[in-house]
């Protein structure tokens, strides 16, 4: 890998988003490469938005990802996408989107899918989106598992430069023993969306 890789993880509290972080930063260990992250978050044990960044490469000395700098944005609640447009660049950044959005408490009208993703083609042309909530509540009943389809789906569309066996070790690294199975079937399931 030339350059460096940035990557921006947004949702809300109760995703599970600073674990993915410490995974794909495990990951970047695994691979020998030097890793910074940064989480930024409000509210997030009340369910509101988290942000975090992680950089990899050979040498990295700041964990803050610039405006347009994001070289894939991952984003565990369509509406939290719209909030992390800022870091993406129209030629080379890639949105990955769980099509899910959490209702905002006293808001009466949220956007649509539809509206959201207009609104994100105005960033990029580069832009999955994934019904990974659906998909993980329906073969496991835990929505919190969304993250971990969206990085195996990120690592089998070759979204992201990190290797299946990388991602694997450092599931097993980060998560405790009894939650190792579960996280590795779901990652591991994300090959079937790749085969369609």
């Not at 978050?41 to 040498?59: A, C, K």
């Not at 129209?90 to 509206?115: C, N, R, W, Y």
């Not at 042309?125 to 009943?141: D, S, Y």
Request: hydrophobic share 35%; glycine share 6%; net charge positive.
């Amino acid at each position: 890998m030339k350059k460096d890789f940035n990557i921006i993880l947004s949702g809300v509290g109760g995703q599970g988003i600073i674990t993915l972080t410490r995974t794909l930063a495990e990951a970047s260990l695994i691979e020998r490469r030097d890793v910074k992250t940064s989480e930024l978050h409000g509210l997030s044990q009340r369910g509101g938005s988290v942000e975090t960044h992680i950089r990899f490469n050979r040498e990295i000395y700041s964990p803050l990802i610039k405006q347009g700098g994001a070289d894939l944005i991952i984003c565990l609640e369509a509406q939290e996408a719209l909030n992390v447009c800022r870091y993406a660049s129209k030629k080379e950044t890639i949105f990955l989107i769980d099509d899910f959005i959490k209702p905002v408490f006293g808001v009466k009208q949220t956007p649509s899918s539809e509206k959201i993703k207009e609104e994100i083609k105005k960033f990029s042309k580069k832009i999955f989106w994934v019904p990974a909530t659906k998909i993980v509540e329906k073969e496991t009943g835990n929505p919190v598992l969304s993250g971990i389809y969206l990085l195996g789906y990120a690592v089998f569309k070759n979204l992201i430069p990190l290797k299946e066996n990388s991602i694997s070790r450092a599931i097993k690294n980060v998560l405790p023993k009894k939650y190792w199975d579960l996280n590795l079937k779901t990652f591991s399931s994300a090959k079937r969306e790749k085969e369609k």
